[in-house]
């Protein structure tokens, strides 16, 4: 299967600021990624789909100006979290689909800590 | 909103017995199945899945069953070792939409 790969992988930032996250296909070519968010004992929500060359697909509830995405290559999609808050804090996770439709792949997550 | 959830959210077993877990889903459109492994800090893991048209499918230790009639799906694991030890999600997929994730439960091995 793929390799999916997360930096950081834990991250602590003062309220306000942005914080971007990489999410890597170490071995496999992605047209598409999907971002997860899951708090403390809680189940994996996904936030949006990230399309590369073109705008990402953003679940309804998230603001799409607040969580950007940017997917510049078939390897590379970032999620940046704009003006964090503290309620921003949580465990970021991103996912690359396999080659058969029903595959899906997860990098190893980052902690999002905002104080 | 359809969705997928589980029955129990945690379970305790002891080191060595079998363990089950599971999860009822409503989207009858759902074609693909899915249980993870998630250890704390970690992304969630693929234990395995089966497909719509299939009852019953068997892993290493593991065994998938789903049940279409009554929309239940469940996660058995024999001789339940210590790194067992997660929080077990169930994920529903239909055709090339996204997954959907149920609520999660944590399995504690007892040695």
């Known amino acids: 299967g793929a390799v999916v790969s997360q930096h950081p992988s834990w991250v602590i930032c003062k309220s306000g600021t942005s914080v971007k996250i990489e999410c890597r296909s170490l071995?496999?070519?992605?047209?598409?990624m999907f971002w997860y968010r899951q708090f403390p004992k809680q189940s994996l929500m996904l936030m949006a789909t990230s399309n590369e060359g073109s705008k990402a697909t953003y679940e309804q509830g998230v603001e799409k100006d607040k969580f950007l995405i940017n997917h510049a290559s078939l390897t590379l999609s970032t999620l940046t979290v704009t003006s964090a808050h503290p309620e921003d804090s949580s465990f970021y996770i991103c996912?690359?689909?396999?080659?058969?439709?029903?595959?899906?792949?997860f990098g190893p997550g980052t902690r999002l800590t905002v104080t | 909103g359809e969705s997928v959830g589980l029955h129990l959210p945690t379970l305790s077993v002891q080191e060595g017995d079998n363990s089950i877990i599971n999860c009822a889903y409503s989207?009858?459109?759902?074609?693909?199945f899915i249980w993870y492994k998630q250890e704390s800090g970690k992304g969630p893991q693929f234990i395995i899945d089966?497909?719509?048209?299939?009852d019953k499918r068997q892993g290493q230790r593991v065994t998938v069953l789903l049940n279409k009639t009554v929309k239940h799906l469940s996660l058995q694991i024999a001789a339940t070792q210590p790194g067992d030890s997660a929080v077990y999600f169930c994920?529903?997929?239909?055709?090339?939409?996204?997954?959907?994730f149920g609520a999660g439960t944590r399995l504690t091995v007892k040695p």
């Open positions: 994920a529903e997929k239909k055709g090339n939409n996204d997954m959907r």
């Open positions: 089966i497909r719509s048209n299939m």
């Open positions: 989207n009858s459109a759902s074609d693909y």
């Open positions: 071995d496999f070519q992605a047209t598409t």
């Open positions: 996912s690359v689909p396999g080659q058969g439709s029903y595959e899906q792949y």
